[in-house]
Every structure is written in C-alpha cells, then in structure tokens.
C-alpha cells in the first residue's frame, strides 16, 4: 500500500498496486488533496476531477487523447431505508495505469483490490493483460454483485405474494409500496448504464492486450437480464397490488354488508321497543305477558326478515 503526501501535512486516501508497466490507483472517499494529487501527476481535465467530487453525475464516457474518463453507478442496498440506492465509481484509464475512486461501499471493488494485494496469482492474472482488461473484472464483479440484491427483491415479492392471500393482510400495503419503491430506484440505476457498457468495449481496445469484445459482450448480456427481471419484477408487483386491492375491497365490501343487515333487522325491532317505552295506553300493556308477546313480535321480525334476505340471496 502507498501513501502520499501533499506538502509535509495531509495524508492522501490513495493506495495503489503496481506489477511490471501496469498500477492501480484505488481512492476510497475522495477530497480536494486527492484530486490535487492527482492533476499533479496526470494530465487530467479539471472538470473530470471535479466530477469526481460530485454524487450527483450521470453514467458517461469522456473520452480524450490519452485517457478515458468514467463514471458508473451500481446499486447498494440501503437496510435501514430498504431501498436499493446508487453508488457512484469514478474512473480513469489510460496506458498503463487505472485511477478508481469511489466511497468505499462497493465491497465487491473492495474484495478485489484487497485480493491483488495479498494473491500474487490474481495480481499477475488481472495486471497482466493491460489496464481494459482490469477494468473489464473490476466492472463484472460490481454487475455480478447486482444478482444478489435483485434476487432479493424476488424474495420479498414471493413473500408478499404470499401475505396476500392470507388471512391477515396487515401492513401488506406499506411492504409493496417499500419494494415498488426499490424496484423504481433499482431501474433508474441501471438503465443509464446499459448505454455506458454498451459502447465501452470499443473505446478502451486500445488499452488492452487482447480481444474484449466477447468479454463485455457477456457482460453487456448480464445487464440485460437484470433489466429484463426488473421489468418482469415491475409487472408482477403492480398485478400484486391490484390484487391486494380487489381482495380488500372485497373484504371491505363484506363487512358493510353483514353490517347492513344488522343494522337493517335492528331498525324494526327498535322501532318496536320504542313504542312499547311510550306512556301511552297499548295493547297488551297490562298483561302478565306482554314481555314475551313483545320478544316473540321482534323474534317474527328478525325471521320474517332474515327469510326474505334469504329469499333474495343478500344472505
């Protein structure tokens, strides 16, 4: 691992690996003394480095003389917001060396640098082809790292697919919006990217030894899939959540009328009772037996009513 300094004060994030003509700058977290360091020593364009300082660029390919710039975003899952969020990769490349500067939360980009640093046979396969085809295995692993968080999101699906049809539907609406909402930042993430990888093969040939087109043509493919699922995810997610509203609705729709007709048998006999409060002369008021006659006037309502609700299929 190298350190460098600006001056005799600030210790640059900057950590490289070098084998034979071939080194690999990787910056975690990158600030001013970083990119400082680096306009001192490369011929880079000052707005590139400016880029590298923002969260906020689009996937793109600058292509100059000497170097290409590149800026890639791949998704990382957010466990606390459950959402999948980007992750921006900043790049240069040009003969003989690689320049990666990123937060330090692609783990797979991690993984890789800390495999070179301690494997002498990853250092000679990934350095020994020219800085394209490093480029290529950084960028495959970070697509292959989609698979995960995309079979995910067809986990939680399957999940929810199943509270659906269960008896209780509690909180089922807040877990498919959740994953709708990942789905959406998933798709935003991914689909400015296909353009990037669809025509970086050509423009990084020059800095590699061998022939990478059926390499980033396998890739290429990769993302195609996972694009393809997400649309495939897109489309089962809504229908769950039409679903989940017709069956609610229905539920609901249930509940208001066994409602009804309890409201609706009640109202008679209310209306019987508060007669018979009246002080007023009725008949049979005075009769040892006008408690039950009332009972037995309400229990023929209730079945006179209950019959014709029967009659009629409302029941």
């Given at each position: 691992?190298?350190?460098?300094?600006?001056?005799?004060?600030?210790?640059?994030?900057?950590?490289?690996?070098?084998?034979?003509?071939?080194?690999?700058?990787?910056?975690e977290?990158?600030?001013?003394?970083?990119?400082?360091?680096?306009?001192?020593?490369?011929?880079?364009?000052?707005?590139?480095?400016?880029?590298?300082?923002?969260?906020?660029?689009?996937?793109?390919?600058?292509?100059?003389?000497?170097?290409?710039?590149?800026?890639?975003?791949?998704?990382?899952?957010?466990?606390?917001?459950?959402?999948?969020?980007?992750?921006?990769?900043?790049?240069?490349?040009?003969?003989?060396?690689?320049?990666?500067?990123?937060?330090?939360?692609?783990?797979?980009?991690?993984?890789?640098?800390?495999?070179?640093?301690?494997?002498?046979?990853?250092l000679?396969?990934?350095?020994?082809?020219g800085?394209g085809?490093?480029l290529?295995?950084?960028?495959?692993?970070?697509?292959?790292?989609?698979?995960?968080?995309?079979?995910?999101?067809g986990?939680?699906?399957?999940?929810?697919?199943?509270?659906?049809?269960?008896?209780?539907?509690?909180?089922?609406?807040r877990?498919?919006?959740?994953?709708?909402?990942?789905?959406?930042s998933?798709?935003?993430?991914?689909?400015?990217?296909?353009?990037?990888?669809?025509?970086?093969?050509?423009?990084?040939?020059?800095?590699?030894?061998?022939?990478?087109?059926?390499?980033?043509?396998d890739?290429?493919?990769?993302?195609?899939?996972?694009?393809?699922?997400?649309?495939?995810?897109?489309?089962?997610i809504e229908?769950?959540?039409?679903?989940?509203?017709?069956?609610?609705?229905?539920?609901?729709?249930?509940?208001?009328?066994?409602?009804?007709?309890?409201?609706?048998?009640?109202?008679?006999?209310?209306?019987?009772?508060?007669?018979?409060?009246?002080?007023?002369?009725?008949?049979?008021?005075n009769?040892?037996?006008?408690?039950?006659?009332?009972?037995?006037?309400?229990?023929?309502?209730?079945?006179?009513?209950?019959?014709?609700?029967?009659r009629?299929?409302?029941?």
């Amino acid at each position: 691992m190298t350190i460098s300094k600006i001056g005799n004060e600030e210790q640059l994030r900057l950590e490289s690996l070098t084998r034979g003509n071939m080194t690999w700058f990787n910056i975690e977290g990158p600030t001013e003394h970083e990119t400082e360091y680096l306009a001192q020593n490369y011929h880079f364009h000052p707005l590139d480095l400016d880029d590298c300082l923002s969260r906020i660029q689009r996937p793109k390919i600058d292509e100059y003389k000497d170097y290409l710039f590149l800026v890639f975003h791949f998704p990382v899952f957010n466990k606390e917001a459950r959402v999948t969020t980007p992750s921006q990769l900043a790049v240069f490349i040009g003969d003989g060396y690689l320049v990666t500067l990123h937060n330090g939360d692609l783990k797979p980009l991690v993984k890789l640098f800390r495999e070179c640093q301690i494997d002498e046979d990853s250092l000679q396969e990934y350095f020994g082809q020219g800085s394209g085809y490093l480029l290529y295995r950084i960028i495959d692993r970070l697509v292959d790292y989609c698979l995960p968080i995309l079979s995910k999101i067809g986990t939680n699906i399957e999940d929810i697919e199943n509270s659906i049809f269960s008896d209780s539907m509690s909180g089922t609406v807040r877990e498919i919006s959740i994953i709708r909402r990942d789905i959406i930042s998933f798709r935003r993430i991914i689909w400015p990217m296909r353009a990037v990888l669809g025509s970086l093969e050509r423009r990084i040939r020059r800095f590699s030894t061998m022939d990478m087109a059926v390499y980033f043509g396998d890739m290429v493919d990769h993302v195609d899939k996972i694009w393809d699922e997400l649309d495939e995810y897109k489309e089962v997610i809504e229908g769950l959540k039409d679903t989940h509203d017709s069956l609610a609705t229905n539920r609901t729709n249930e509940v208001v009328r066994i409602l009804t007709v309890i409201a609706t048998i009640l109202l008679p006999i209310t209306v019987v009772s508060s007669i018979y409060g009246m002080n007023i002369p009725l008949p049979f008021q005075n009769s040892s037996l006008s408690l039950v006659l009332v009972f037995l006037a309400m229990a023929i309502i209730i079945g006179g009513m209950l019959y014709f609700f029967r009659r009629q299929r409302w029941i």
